[in-house]
């Protein structure tokens, strides 16, 4: 059985996305980053304390980047 990330012959699929959202994570340690390849999103998971539920997707980093900053700075006035 393959992983669903996974093609049949074993090779990942979308490795570009896959290399970037473990940029994007190794840049921003406070987020665990994946890319769904089924979705085209990529999805953005806290690794501090969050408003209850808090996961950012976006198709694109730039747009994952600044929803990223948004929740930071939402958590920081919540939670100083």
């Known amino acids: 059985m ?3 990330h996974d ?3 074993g ?3 979308d ?3 896959h290399d970037t959202a ?17 979705s085209r999103r990529y999805f953005a998971f806290p690794r501090f304390t969050a408003a209850p539920g808090t996961i950012i997707t ?19 006035t919540r939670h100083p």
């Open 22 to 38: 473990e940029r994007i994570e190794c840049g921003n340690p406070r987020w665990a980053i994946i890319w769904g390849t089924h």
């Open 11 to 13: 090779a990942l699929c």
């Open 2 to 4: 393959t992983a669903a």
């Open 58 to 76: 976006a198709p694109a980093t730039t747009e994952l980047l600044d929803r990223m900053r948004h929740a930071e700075l939402s958590a920081r």
């Open 15 to 17: 490795p570009q996305e």
């Open 7 to 9: 093609t049949p012959s």
